[in-house]
């Protein structure tokens, strides 16, 4: 069984302040990692995508892949109320056709 | 550049009716794909085509659910009949033809959100 595995909050943290996101995915070969947010009643909107151990920054985003753990996360600097959303991790199983299996999200809240 | 487009963006019928979503994906993209999401999950994949053929359908329900990409660049999403718990947000998405060093970005249309009474 695929899973993606992220604790569904609702995440709060004060404006300015660090938000870190979690997810856990349950098959170690996958090579394919990625980040989106989804403000209510809208789509996802893809923010960060990851294929290497390690992190990878993208302004205010920073994404950490460790395949070992099989943990993936997203730290966001300087949160601000614009970043409350929901967030999904989303891995992808298979191979190079392989598809995306999506956690069911993180509601994060940043309070002014 | 346009991203992917979809209609209609809300569809309400009952339960036994049949309904239809449709598709263009963002220009180039040759993968293109289907998800379901019902509120409070992450997006579940019904089916991926890639060019005009299907390359996973397995959780499609096929009983009532299909799907065509007859020329490789739109698509259509059917349900007939349709039951209550078919209600959720359907989203289709593309992405550049997938391999394990990358493409694998997929980029979403907005949505069409059905309520099936």
């Known amino acids: 069984q695929k899973e993606v595995e992220q604790n569904s909050g609702p995440l709060s943290v004060p404006e300015g302040a660090i938000a870190s996101l979690n997810c856990t995915y349950s098959?170690?070969?996958?090579?394919?990692f990625f980040w989106y947010r989804q403000y209510s009643g809208k789509s996802p909107e893809l923010i960060m995508s990851i294929y290497s151990n390690g992190d990878k920054e993208d302004g205010r985003f920073t994404a950490q892949l460790n395949k070992a753990s099989q943990y993936v996360s997203l730290l966001i600097r300087d949160s601000q109320p614009s970043d409350s959303a929901t967030y999904l991790c989303?891995?992808?199983?298979?191979?190079?056709?392989?598809?995306?299996?999506f956690g069911k999200g993180t509601k994060l809240s940043v309070k002014p | 550049e346009a991203g992917v487009a979809q209609s209609p963006r809300y569809k309400i019928i009952e339960k036994r009716q049949s309904v239809a979503f449709w598709c263009n994906p963002i220009?180039?993209?040759?993968?293109l794909y289907w998800y379901q999401q019902i509120l409070g999950q992450g997006p579940k994949l019904l089916i991926q085509?890639?060019?005009?053929?299907?390359?996973?359908d397995s959780q499609l329900p096929k009983d009532r659910f299909s799907a065509e990409r007859l020329k490789g660049v739109d698509s259509t999403l059917k349900i007939q009949p349709a039951k209550l718990e078919d209600s959720a947000v359907y989203l289709c998405a593309s992405s550049l033809v997938p391999s394990r060093a990358g493409n694998n970005e997929q980029f979403f249309g907005p949505g069409t959100r059905l309520t099936v009474l």
């Open positions: 220009s180039g993209h040759a993968t």
């Open positions: 989303a891995v992808k199983y298979g191979g190079s056709q392989g598809n995306l299996i």
């Open positions: 098959d170690r070969v996958s090579q394919s």
């Open positions: 085509f890639q060019n005009n053929g299907v390359v996973d």
